[in-house]
T-cell receptor
Framework: DAKTTQPTSMDCAEGRAANLPCNHS???????VYWYRQIHSQGPQYIIH???NNETNEMASLIITEDRKSSTLILPHATLRDTAVYYC??????????????FGQGTILTVHP | GAGVSQSPRYKVAKRGQDVALRCDPI?????LFWYQQALGQGPEFLTY????????KSGLPSDRFFAERPEGSVSTLKIQRTQQEDSAVYLC????????????FGSGTRLTVV
């Protein structure tokens, strides 16, 4: 699975949009981009995933560049409860692939009042 | 159940002791994973089950680690002769299919070996 690069930490003011970048320059055509987050003392929580089109759900939006070498997770109105470690993961998906997740160090997002 | 349940939540073991960690996945979920998370690190893959079949155990760090899922539902991760380096949070995750979908993680078992 392709390696990802994320900033170690980011800050965001409550109520503002949080934009978390991820570089995955070696991504292959059949690899999806996944985002998970982990709040302190909890297991990781699935947020969103995509292949090449932008995706949006009730939690966040995922913007993938046209060349698919990078992506951005957007939390439109960050709250204090969004403070967590955010992991960008790239892996093969679809079909019979069970796709184990390879977590990196992630980005520590701190939302300030 | 509503989510993935893991027990115990915390376990303190003396070095050399055997431990068993339990995972109750969401009912009907086909895929089950175990991950190990050391302090300050991201989770690392240990093993994968599809129903009762253990299809990948490439992440198990040694032969002291053993996992089973005999009836395709509840899974147990067993660690024999625990060592201090086994201290970590052990996470279980499940998914209703084998494809490219999001997995639901439990809150984990924090194992401390003293």
């Amino acid at each position: 699975d392709a390696k990802t690069t994320q900033p170690t930490s980011m800050d965001c003011a409550e109520g503002r949009a949080a934009n978390l970048p991820c570089n995955h320059s070696t991504i292959s055509g059949n690899e999806y981009v996944y985002w998970y987050r982990q709040i302190h003392s909890q297991g990781p929580q699935y947020i969103i995933h995509g292949l090449k089109n932008n995706e949006t759900n009730e939690m966040a939006s995922l913007i993938i560049t046209e060349d698919r070498k990078s992506s951005t997770l957007i939390l439109p109105h960050a709250t204090l409860r969004d403070t967590a470690v955010y992991y960008c993961i790239v892996r093969v998906g679809g079909g019979t692939s069970y796709g184990k997740l390879t977590f990196g160090q992630g980005t520590i997002l701190t939302v300030h009042p | 159940g509503a989510g993935v349940s893991q027990s115990p939540r915390y376990k303190v073991a003396k070095r050399g002791q055997d431990v068993a960690l339990r995972c109750d996945p969401i009912s009907g979920h086909v895929s089950l994973f175990w991950y190990q998370q050391a302090l300050g690190q991201g989770p690392e893959f240990l093993t994968y089950f599809q129903n009762e079949a253990q299809l990948d155990k490439s992440g198990l760090p040694s032969d002291r680690f053993f996992a089973e899922r005999p009836e395709g539902s509840v899974s147990t991760l067993k660690i024999q002769r625990t060592q201090q380096e086994d201290s970590a949070v052990y996470l279980c995750a499940s998914s209703r299919t084998t494809g490219a979908y999001g997995y639901t993680f439990g809150s984990g078992t924090r194992l401390t070996v003293v």
